[in-house]
């Protein structure tokens, strides 16, 4: 199934849902829904070969429109800044 990006302006951020805990792993991708949504399989790949129990874990996006840029645990996996922008 394709989502559709979103078009709002914002930081996005592949993310990982473990019970009620969520954790950013990739971004921000500022006002880039659809870079974010193409890293959700490469980021949950990396993820799972840190933590084989990641498996059960719920992974997709989200959004922060309040100016929030902390950066993705993951960051440096992929080559991406990790400092806050």
Do not use: W
């Not at 799972?48 to 992974?59: H, K």
Request: charged share 20%; hydrophobic share 40%; net charge positive.
């Amino acid at each position: 199934m394709n989502q559709t990006p979103s078009t709002k302006q914002g930081n996005f951020y592949v993310t990982v849902i473990r019970g009620c805990r969520v954790a950013l792993l990739l971004g921000p991708f500022e006002n880039d829904h659809a870079a974010a949504l193409r890293m959700v399989a490469p980021v949950r790949k990396e993820a799972e070969a840190r933590d084989p129990f990641m498996v059960f874990d719920a992974f997709g996006t989200t959004g922060y429109f309040d100016g929030t840029n902390k950066p993705g645990a993951l960051n440096a996996a992929f080559g991406l800044s990790t400092g806050a922008a």
